[in-house]
Each structure stands twice: as C-alpha cells, then as structure tokens.
C-alpha cells in the first residue's frame, strides 16, 4: 500500500470510527431528550434519508468535479454534526443536523469507494474494496465500543464531542489528500457529464444495476431495523447499554474475519449467487433474534450477521466496477450505495410506526418478510440477464 493510500483509508478509519462514535446508540440518545418513537424515528428517517438520496448526485460529482473537493466536504459535515448533537436537548431540534450528517455520510462513502476504485486493478478490486470495508468497519467497531462505554458512564455529550475532535482531524488530514488521476479515470470523468439524475431510472433498467440495488435495498432495510431497533429491544429484556454496544459492535469488527476471504471469494465465484446467499443469511438471522432474551444468544447471531452486513457492500459494489456496461464508477457506486441507505432511511421511519402500534418483536419478522418479498423479484431479472 501506497503512502497516500495509506493516510486516505487511515482518514477513513477515523471518519468510520466517529460514525461509530454516534449511529448505534443514536435511537437511545434521542428517546432520552423527550423523544417518541415517532421522532426517532424521524429524526434517523432524517440522517439516512439524506444519505441515500445524495449518494447518486455525489457519486455523479465525484465523477466530474473529482474526489478531493467532495470528501473535504463531507469531512466537514461529519465533524460539525456531532457537535450540534452535543449540546442540543430537544429531539424537534435535532432534525436539522441529522439531515446534515446524512448528507455528510452519502457523500463521503461512494466517493471514498470510488478512490479505492481508481488506486485498485482491474480483477483485484473485490479485495481492495473488502480490505477497505474491513479497515472502516473496524474503525466503526472501536467506535461503537468506545461510544457505549463513553454513553454509559459520561453521557451521550462528551461522546459527541469526542466525535467532533476526531471529524475535525479528519478535516485537516483530507485537506493534505492527494487525488489519483490515471488517464483512464480523467477519460471517465470527461465522459460523465452526459449522466445525471435523470439518467437515472434509465440506468436501473440494465440488470447489471438493478440486481445490486434491489438487494442492497432488501438486504439493507432488514439489517437497519436490526440495529435500529435492537438498542430498544436489548433495553426491553434486560441489557445495559454497554452490552447493547459490545454486541453491536460484533458485526463491523468480525466482518475483519470474514472480509479477506470475502474479498478473495467476490472476485472468483457467481456473484449474483452469493448475493442470494447473502440477503436469505441476513433475513434469517434478523427474523430470530425475538425468539432469544439471552446476551449469549444476541452475542451469536450479531455474531453471524457480520458476513451479510459486510457482504451487502462489498459484492454489489464490485459487481458496478467490474462490469465494463457502466463507464462511470462513482456514478454506478452512488446507484448502488442508493439502494442501501433508501433500505437504512426507510426502515427506521416504517418500522418505528409498527413498534408503536405492535410490538418492537414485530418488526423483525415483518422486516425478514419484506426483504423476502423483494428478492424474490430479482429471480426473474437474473434468469432474464442470464438468457440475454
């Protein structure tokens, strides 16, 4: 690895951490500010509804403005969202910034894969790009470690404002970032300015697209109600906040495991199979975690999901960057990412409106149905692409 390859995917390490820092236990931070279901979830309908909705439009940028300009700006975002969090104590007041720091995540991430993607070879980019996941998703374990403890024993400010600290480094750092700029991705960028968002249904009619989308999608909605809504459940059937984070943090930090071999996997094997695999192990898991009140049995399937929640990413992104249909990757990775944060913006605000007027148990099994539903509409696409 490269010296600039190096300090861009630290950047990143530290960018995922201070996520970790803030998502996992944000549903906890605004019930305890006076928040109802409804408001979280509105307020993180809010954050990942910017998020899926700017993927595309900053993948498209990055394409033509470059990625340097477009990762500075997100770093700024990440950086001055946790500070509002930190000293806001009304969850009405919160929506505002949780819509920023959407913005600040959907235009840092397809943008940052997008890099990899441009320092990476062609038929090793399934391992470059699983070597980054790991190295965020370790970033985004420590954080959510440290955001548990820091929660429980200081309170949800002093995280945030550790949050801030490691957001404004990260600012700095991006500001020192050197672009790559091969011949060939100057080409690409030249030629993007012909795709925008009105190209975009257009560009989910070609399967090599649409399959990645609507599984990230089914995949994502299941995997952030999980996450969402666990916190909640944990607190319902006994668990302290520092087991709830411990065992969320199971799944970024045992995706290093399963990463390498991922990787390697992605880019020698059907990956359309593998998406299958992926969506039906990820339902699974989510639809039994009501069944268990044990912290050892939470402890084993957060455990387990560690590989969909990895795999999610990893294999439709690099089914768009290898496929030579698609001219403009960060283009095609912002339609991708789209997919799972439209799944991550949906699922609070739907599922929270079921937890309220049901049960918060509900909502896994309605979630595991719904994603079946929706892959089994990829079944016919995929036999269609095959045929053609």
């Known amino acids: ?31 305890a500010i006076d928040g109802s279901f409804v ?9 990942d509804g910017a998020s899926a909705f700017s993927r595309l439009p900053f993948g498209s940028l990055s394409d033509r403005w470059g990625r340097k300009p477009l990762i500075i700006v997100a770093a700024g975002g990440y950086a001055i969202s946790p500070l509002a969090f930190s000293v806001i104590d009304r969850a009405i007041y919160l929506l505002p910034f949780t819509v920023l720091h959407g913005l600040a995540i959907g235009c840092m991430w397809p943008t940052a894969y997008a890099v990899v993607s441009d ?12 070597l980054f996941a790991v190295i965020t998703g370790t970033g985004y374990a420590i954080g959510t470690v440290i955001g548990g403890i820091l929660s429980k024993s200081y309170g949800y400010s002093l995280t945030y404002r550790i949050a801030f600290v490691i957001g404004l480094i990260v ?43 609507i599984a990230a999608f089914a995949c994502s909605l299941t ?41 390697k996997l992605v880019d020698n094997v059907n990956k359309i199979m593998l998406l299958f695999f992926t969506i039906l192990s990820s ?12 912290f050892y049995a939470f402890v084993i399937i957060f455990s387990f999901l560690s590989f969909p929640n990895i795999a999610i990413q990893v294999i ?12 403009s990757k960060g283009l095609g990775l912002g339609v991708v990412q789209t997919g799972i944060q439209m799944g991550s913006a949906i699922s609070p605000l739907l599922f929270s409106l079921l937890a309220g007027s049901t049960s918060i148990a509900s909502t896994f099994w309605v979630s595991s149905l719904i994603g079946l539903i929706l892959m089994a509409t990829i079944i016919p696409i995929a036999k269609q692409s095959r045929s053609t």
């Open 171 to 213: 600012f700095l750092g991006c500001l020192g970032f050197k672009e790559t700029h091969p011949k060939k991705t100057i080409q690409t960028r030249s030629k993007s300015k012909k795709l925008n968002l009105i190209n975009f249904l257009n560009l989910l009619k070609r399967p090599i697209l649409l399959i990645p989308f």
């Open 119 to 130: 320092m990476s070879q062609v038929g090793k980019r399934g391992q470059a790009i699983s």
């Open 223 to 263: 995997l952030a109600m999980s996450s969402t809504f666990f916190p909640l459940y944990g607190v319902q059937v006994g668990e302290t906040e520092a087991e709830i984070g411990f065992i969320l943090m199971l799944t970024p930090m045992l995706g290093i495991i399963v990463s390498v071999p991922l990787g």
């Open 1 to 31: 690895m490269h010296k600039n390859e190096f300090s861009f995917t630290f950047l990143m390490f530290l960018t995922a951490m201070s996520g970790g820092l803030v998502l996992p236990l944000f549903s906890l931070f605004v019930g």
């Open 283 to 294: 339902l699974f898991l989510v639809a039994i975690i009501p069944l268990f009140t044990s």
């Open 39 to 47: 408001l979280i979830g509105l307020a993180i309908f809010g954050r």
């Open 316 to 327: 439709p992104m690099t089914i768009v960057v290898d496929s030579t249909e698609i001219s």
